[in-house]
């Protein structure tokens, strides 16, 4: 029942995901490669859990960044689609903005 409580109290930060067309959920939830990158991140410290200075530290990172990403070839299906929504929802979002600053300034 807890579980009830907490979705019906939180849902209006739960919702927000809806407000997006399903390409751009499917998108949302799918995508997993910052899961991946911190998961290799985590293999790599495993291995090294000392480093000798933090440059040391930042070479190991960008070098696992640079090999994770060049397994990254896979193009997301119907992208342009999706890129053009999100863009459209930020000129919204920015114009929504301006329009509350304006409305705010001339009262």
Do not use: C
Not at 53 to 66: E, F, M, P, R, V
Not at 69 to 75: E, I, L
Not at 83 to 104: D, E, G, P, R, T
Request: proline fraction near 3%.
């Amino acid at each position: 029942m807890s579980s009830i409580n907490s979705w019906l109290n939180n849902w209006d930060s739960l919702s927000t995901f809806y407000k997006f067309s399903p390409e751009i959920r499917k998108v949302m939830y799918t995508t997993n490669a910052i899961e991946s990158l911190n998961n290799r991140y985590k293999a790599v410290n495993k291995k090294r859990p000392v480093f000798p200075t933090d440059q040391a530290l930042l070479k190991t990172l960008y070098l696992t960044t640079i090999n994770v990403a060049k397994k990254w070839t896979g193009r997301i299906h119907e992208w342009d689609m999706i890129y053009n929504q999100l863009s459209m929802k930020a000129v919204s979002n920015h114009l929504n903005f301006s329009l509350k600053i304006y409305i705010h300034n001339k009262q």
